[in-house]
């Protein structure tokens, strides 16, 4: 028998092997961007959004404020890229500077809609019983009415506030999230991970924070998408039908309706880029849906 050298070389078995390390949660998100063209460009949209709202006041050409008769109404053009309205605002400057706003109200009221339709559906959802059945009924009667008409009832008898249509928008939106976060706890609460945390000593309450809340956040993350494009849009439409942000504040719906006024006349562009705006903002966050899905689905990661 053939003795084994000591110099030879030890067998590889790719456990410090650095390509093993290469798959992670970068790694798949690039590859979802790569592979759904899409999605990068709903990526490249968000950014592009986020950017206008971050820096947009900064790098306008005009105040979006500042009145002026002599250049009322004017086409769009080198100096006005969307023209003028009509008391003789940049259309442009105004379309920029609104993104704050929408995009504020929206993070604002998707953010306590998340918030508390969280702690009432992980409540309902882990304990049951008759706190289950008194929150299945409150949430029925709030998706009883048509949910804008909700909204506008809410705002015409709080006050037309920018604080009081992030209440309303957040209030119709708390079922989404109470159901969504109720169905994950209840499949989850007697599962073997649980019953694990249960015996290593820790409290219910540290068990739904800690262990199972964290499972919820996949589809929660696809649903707070949805729902800020959507949010925007209802900040947008109560503010069209005269309930929500006042003028001259510069917001997408108001520029829209007041825009309306004129599109007999033939200005056109007092009511197209400012509906332009606002679709390509909503389009985006729905498109990033579904981006989020595709990242955060474990089925995509084999």
Known sequence: MTAISDNAAPTDTGIDNPSSHRDGPFSHIAYVLRENPVTLLAFLLFLFIVGCALFGPYLVPYDPLKTSAAHALQPPSADHWFGTDSVGRDVFSRVVVATRLDLSISIA??????????????????????????LNRLLDTIMAFPLFVLAMGIVAAMGNTIENIIYATAIINIPFYARLVRAEVNIRRDAGFVRAAKLAGNTDLRVLIMHIFPNTLPPMMVQISLNMGWAILNAAGLSFIGLGVRPPTPEWGIMVAEGANFIVSGEWWLAVFPGL???????????????????????KRT
């Open 277 to 299: 705006w606002l679709m390509i903002a909503v389009f985006t966050f729905n498109l990033l849906g579904d981006g989020l899905r595709d990242i955060f689905d474990p089925r």
């Open 109 to 134: 009221a998707v953010g306590l809609s998340f918030v508390i339709g969280s702690i009432l559906g992980g409540i309902a959802g882990y304990w049951g019983g008759w706190i289950d059945s008194v």
